[in-house]
């Protein structure tokens, strides 16, 4: 089903424009790029305050509260001209492995965020400046771990290794989606 | 010796040769070196905010303590990558408008950051002369950001 409407998308004018256009699509790329600063860049001080390693001047609530918009704001950024950049090449970017391994890396971050601010964050005020739980510590190492692997398995969507034309294994054809062909 | 011929004689060397034949280094500086960018964005975008009041309330030197940290390992790390990313493709980056920008961005972005931002926020400087220096530490980052990915599109 997947596939299907993946197909229909790499049809659409948008789809095209983008993919043919000589500034869009670089335009596009640049700003997911700078996005990553604001996003991953605010995101990882956060986590290096829930870490309890630095900013310990400041109290959590605080942090949460002034810096996390920003981190929004970023994600937003991300999320628009990553759909834009999906857009262009819809079905290459489908198959990918590092796409896949991408999203459940967003996947696996975004339940730790939902852990984080469900449940691990409730009792803030007893930790706003004094030392963190280990609770808070375990999130934001997660954190880390995740949003580092997304920028690296991001980067690595431009590299060909594992293209459809490319993939000799039944185990590669699976996770991939593509069909195998040896030849 | 001319620029272009010292760039030939690098692309020639055997580091440059290395990181060019081999299939999984250049990607993997090159993830280095984005890692290292969204830390630098952090350090510098955690002090900026706060001084143009849109962040911490903390004073910012408070934050200077940390944030210098990454800002410092970030840069490190971001020149060694880079540099090991130019040796790799030193004739097509001398060709390239995007490249210069870039060196020229980073040029600025280093002077800005170690020679004016980081001292008056260092010893707690406020007023218009602090904020219209964040905002051109920003800016120049942005640009050297944005002209780095466009090098591998002109």
Known sequence: MLEGLVTKL???PWSIALHESLYMYAITESTHVMSIMLFVGTIAM???????????????????????????????????????????????????????????????????????TFRVERDKAAWDLGPVPRKSKICAVISLSAWACVIVFGRL????????????????????????DPG | MSLYHTAQNIEASALGQTIRESTWLFPAIESTHLLALAMLGGSILIMSFSILGWGLKTPVADLYKSAHRYLNAAVIVLLITGVLLGISEPVKLYGRQAFWVKMISLAIALLVTYFVFNPLVRRG??????????????????????????????
């Not at chain 1, 490319?166 to 593509?178: D, K």
Request: charged share 10%; glycine share 6%.
């Open chain 1, 10 to 12: 790499a049809d659409t």
């Open chain 1, 46 to 116: 956060v986590d290096l305050r829930l870490l309890g390693v630095s900013y310990t001047k400041v109290p959590v609530s605080q942090m949460l509260s002034k810096i996390l918009p920003w981190t929004i704001a970023g994600f937003a950024l991300l999320v628009i001209t990553g759909s834009m950049l999906f857009l262009a090449i819809p079905i290459r970017t489908y198959h990918s492995i590092w796409f896949r391994l991408k999203c459940l890396m967003i996947v696996i971050a975004a339940i730790n965020i939902a852990v984080f």
């Open chain 1, 157 to 180: 969507i431009a590299y060909n290794w594992f293209d459809c034309d490319s993939i000799t294994s039944p185990t590669m054809a699976e996770l991939t989606g593509c069909p195998l």
């Open chain 2, 125 to 154: 400087a406020s007023g218009p002369g602090l904020r219209s220096v964040t905002v051109l530490t920003m800016a120049a980052w942005l640009l050297v950001a944005m002209a780095g990915r466009w090098i591998g599109f002109s």
